[in-house]
């Protein structure tokens, strides 16, 4: 049995639905991002993967950014923000979601 498989295509299908949940609260840059997902150990992503997302996200205009500079001296960051697009495409997403929750909880028999 290899529920990692499993795993990873779970984690594959959401990812992008939580990352439009995290940036719904305030801006974040993408190094930030991922350690706020590495909370979350089905939904930890690296850099290589993050970061690609993060920009299909800019180019279909669901997230926006900008760069700020650092108060500790580092270099700037580049921060993202969700736009109106991506706000009504993560209202979809999260209707979809409940959608699925609600058809896995009927299987389930609960």
Same mark, same amino acid.
């Given at each position: 049995?290899?529920?990692?498989?499993w795993?990873?295509?779970? $984690?594959?299908?959401?990812?992008?639905?939580?990352?439009?949940? @995290?940036?719904?609260?305030?801006?974040?840059?993408?190094?930030?991002?991922?350690?706020?997902?590495?909370?979350?150990?089905?939904?930890?992503? $690296?850099?290589?993967?993050?970061?690609? &997302? @993060?920009?299909? @996200?800019?180019?279909?205009?669901?997230?926006?950014?900008?760069w700020?500079?650092?108060?500790?001296?580092?270099?700037?960051? $580049?921060?993202?923000?969700?736009?109106?697009?991506?706000?009504?495409?993560?209202?979809?997403?999260?209707?979809?979601?409940?959608?699925?929750?609600?058809?896995?909880?009927? &299987?389930?028999?609960?």
């Open positions: 049995m290899n529920i990692d498989d795993k990873s295509q779970i $984690k594959r299908g959401t990812l992008e639905y939580c990352i439009l949940l @995290l940036i719904k609260h305030r801006s974040y840059y993408g190094y930030e991002i991922i350690e706020e997902l590495s909370k979350y150990p089905i939904i930890t992503a $690296k850099e290589s993967t993050i970061y690609p &997302l @993060l920009r299909r @996200l800019l180019k279909e205009e669901y997230l926006t950014s900008f700020q500079e650092s108060t500790e001296g580092l270099p700037p960051r $580049k921060y993202y923000t969700i736009t109106e697009k991506g706000s009504v495409y993560l209202e979809c997403m999260s209707n979809e979601w409940e959608n699925l929750v609600n058809a896995i909880t009927i &299987l389930k028999g609960e």
